[in-house]
C-alpha cells in the first residue's frame, strides 16, 4: 500500500504537468497556425498515452529507491527514498526531474502563451475603424495579456511549492518537520493541483464573451415561468 500510494502522488503530479503543458501547446496551433489540420483522436490518444508512460518511467527510479520508515516515537510512519551509497545519482535525478517537470513545461507554455499574444496583437480587422473601435480592441488585447500572463504566473505559482519541497527533502530532508512533514507534501500537492481548476476562474474574471454566457445561464433558470428549451435557445444564440 506504502509503495502504490508513492508510485500515485507523483505519477498524477507529471501526468496533470504534461497535460496542461499539452493544452498550451495545442492553444497554439490553433490560434498561430488556424489553417493547419487539426489534432485527430488518434494522435490525442497517442499524446495522452505517452503522457502517461513518460510519467510512470519518470517515478520508476524513485520507487526502487523507495523504503518503509516507521517513527516509534512519533507514532507515524511513512515511505520515503533511500540512495544508499548512490547520492550523485540521486542528486542527478531530482534535478533532471526538477528540470523536465516544471522548468521545460513552464518554458513550453510561456512561449505558447506569448506567441499567441503576438499573433493576436498583430491581428488587424479588416476594414477603416473608427476612434470608438480601435480603443475597443486595444482594450481587449490588454485583456488578452493580462490573461495569458495570469496563466502563466498560475502555472509557475500553483507549481512551485511542490518542487521547492522536493529540492528541500532532496538537500537534506531534515530542513523540513518530520512532524508535519506529512501534512507540508498534503499542502503542497493540492497547491499544484489546483492549477487545473485555475483557468476556468482567470477565464470568467477577464473573458467578456464567457461572462456574458454565463449570465445568460443563471438568469434563464432563476426566471420563473420560462421553459427550458427557451432557455437553451437562448443561451446559444
Same mark, same amino acid.
Given at each position: 500500500m506504502c509503495y502504490l500510494v508513492f508510485l500515485i502522488?507523483?505519477?498524477?503530479?507529471? %501526468?496533470?504537468?504534461?497535460?496542461?503543458? !499539452?493544452?498550451?501547446v495545442d492553444r497554439y496551433y490553433a490560434t498561430v497556425h488556424p489553417l493547419k489540420k487539426r489534432t485527430s483522436v488518434a494522435t490525442c490518444a497517442s499524446v495522452l498515452t505517452g503522457i502517461w508512460l513518460l510519467s510512470c518511467?519518470?517515478?520508476? #527510479? !524513485?520507487?526502487?529507491h523507495t523504503?518503509? %520508515?516507521?517513527?516509534?516515537?512519533? =507514532?507515524?510512519? /511513512?515511505?520515503?527514498?533511500?540512495? &544508499? =551509497?548512490?547520492?550523485k545519482e540521486r542528486r542527478a535525478y531530482a534535478y533532471s526531474t526538477l528540470l523536465v517537470t516544471y522548468v521545460l513545461p513552464l518554458s513550453a507554455v510561456f512561449v505558447s502563451y506569448l506567441c499567441i499574444t503576438?499573433? &493576436?496583437r498583430k491581428c488587424v480587422a479588416p476594414g477603416h475603424r473608427s476612434q470608438v473601435q480601435a480603443g475597443a480592441q486595444q482594450a481587449r488585447k490588454r485583456k /488578452?495579456?493580462?490573461?495569458?500572463?495570469?496563466?502563466?504566473? !498560475?502555472f509557475a505559482l500553483c507549481w512551485l511549492p511542490i518542487h521547492v519541497f522536493n529540492v528541500l527533502r532532496d538537500i537534506?530532508?531534515?530542513?523540513?518537520?518530520?512532524?508535519?512533514?506529512? &501534512?507540508?507534501?498534503?499542502?503542497?500537492?493540492?497547491? $499544484?493541483?489546483?492549477s487545473s481548476c485555475c483557468n476556468p476562474f482567470l477565464y470568467a474574471w477577464l473573458h467578456d464573451r464567457f461572462r456574458a454566457e454565463?449570465?445568460?445561464?443563471?438568469?434563464?433558470?432563476?426566471? /420563473?415561468? %420560462? #421553459? $427550458?428549451n427557451h432557455c437553451a435557445a437562448s443561451v446559444v444564440l
Amino acid at each position: 500500500m506504502c509503495y502504490l500510494v508513492f508510485l500515485i502522488q507523483p505519477v498524477t503530479v507529471y %501526468v496533470s504537468v504534461f497535460t496542461l503543458t !499539452a493544452i498550451a501547446v495545442d492553444r497554439y496551433y490553433a490560434t498561430v497556425h488556424p489553417l493547419k489540420k487539426r489534432t485527430s483522436v488518434a494522435t490525442c490518444a497517442s499524446v495522452l498515452t505517452g503522457i502517461w508512460l513518460l510519467s510512470c518511467g519518470l517515478v520508476a #527510479p !524513485a520507487v526502487t529507491h523507495t523504503y518503509y %520508515v516507521e517513527f516509534k516515537d512519533e =507514532g507515524f510512519t /511513512i515511505c520515503e527514498e533511500f540512495w &544508499l =551509497g548512490q547520492e550523485k545519482e540521486r542528486r542527478a535525478y531530482a534535478y533532471s526531474t526538477l528540470l523536465v517537470t516544471y522548468v521545460l513545461p513552464l518554458s513550453a507554455v510561456f512561449v505558447s502563451y506569448l506567441c499567441i499574444t503576438v499573433k &493576436l496583437r498583430k491581428c488587424v480587422a479588416p476594414g477603416h475603424r473608427s476612434q470608438v473601435q480601435a480603443g475597443a480592441q486595444q482594450a481587449r488585447k490588454r485583456k /488578452i495579456f493580462r490573461l495569458v500572463a495570469l496563466l502563466v504566473s !498560475a502555472f509557475a505559482l500553483c507549481w512551485l511549492p511542490i518542487h521547492v519541497f522536493n529540492v528541500l527533502r532532496d538537500i537534506d530532508i531534515h530542513l523540513i518537520n518530520k512532524r508535519y512533514f506529512l &501534512l507540508i507534501q498534503l499542502l503542497c500537492h493540492l497547491c $499544484a493541483m489546483s492549477s487545473s481548476c485555475c483557468n476556468p476562474f482567470l477565464y470568467a474574471w477577464l473573458h467578456d464573451r464567457f461572462r456574458a454566457e454565463l449570465r445568460k445561464m443563471f438568469k434563464c433558470r432563476h426566471r /420563473i415561468g %420560462v #421553459p $427550458a428549451n427557451h432557455c437553451a435557445a437562448s443561451v446559444v444564440l
